[in-house]
C-alpha cells in the first residue's frame, strides 16, 4: 500500500482538512465529507506514473457544466 497524506481546502467551508491517500490502486474517484461542514468533498486522484507525479482534484461537486 503505498500511501501519502496531505493538507487539503474545503471548496465549501475553506476548512483545511488533513487526508490520506492510497494511491496503489491508481486512478481514484471518490468523496469525504468535511469535519467542519460535512458537505461532501469530491477528490479525484491521477497517477502519472511515467512523471512520477500524484494529480489531485478537489472540487465541490455542485458545479454546473453546460
Do not use: A, W
Amino acid at each position: 500500500m503505498e500511501l501519502k497524506h496531505t493538507t487539503i481546502s474545503c471548496p465549501h467551508c475553506g476548512h483545511h482538512m488533513h487526508i490520506e491517500l492510497d494511491y496503489s490502486n491508481g486512478d481514484q474517484d471518490y468523496f469525504e465529507d468535511c469535519p467542519n461542514c460535512c458537505n461532501p468533498v469530491h477528490l479525484t486522484l491521477h497517477l502519472d506514473e511515467e512523471r512520477r507525479k500524484l494529480d489531485i482534484n478537489v472540487m465541490s461537486d455542485d458545479e454546473q457544466f453546460y
